[in-house]
Nanobody, 115 residues
Framework: QVQLVESGGGLVQAGESLRLSCRVS????????AGWYRQAPGKQREWVAT???????TYADSVKGRFTISKDGPRDTIYLQMDNLKPEDTAVYYC?????????WGQGTQVTVSS
């Protein structure tokens, strides 16, 4: 069974950085896209960033210029570099990978940003 395991979350102060990782148990060489989403308490899950196989990454307006999505093919890992974090970035962050035949979510990692 394919598994996605996120890590790298934690408690930081506003202005600091974190790098989230999403380790995938299946090759990401032929994925359609990789994405990060987040869900804050009492809110719906929202899209954060997408890295398609073809074309450049796209970002939600709220994180544009601060977050960077990337992938390491040999390590089958997706990253989300988060800089200049703000309290409103506090949420559980989830990665999502889409292959032609499958879509999988990770279990989430908590990010808490204090002011």
């Amino acid at each position: 069974q394919v598994q996605l395991v996120e890590s790298g979350g934690g408690l930081v102060q506003a202005g600091e950085s974190l790098r989230l990782s999403c380790r995938v148990s299946r090759s990401i060489d032929y994925i359609k896209s990789a994405g990060w989403y987040r869900q804050a308490p009492g809110k719906q899950r929202e899209w954060v960033a997408t890295l398609p196989t073809y074309g450049g990454p796209t970002y939600a307006d709220s994180v544009k210029g601060r977050f960077t999505i990337s992938k390491d093919g040999p390590r089958d890992t997706i990253y989300l570099q988060m800089d200049n974090l703000k309290p409103e970035d506090t949420a559980v962050y989830y990665c999502n990978i889409q292959w032609p035949d499958l879509s999988k979510w990770g279990q989430g990692t908590q990010v808490t940003v204090s002011s």
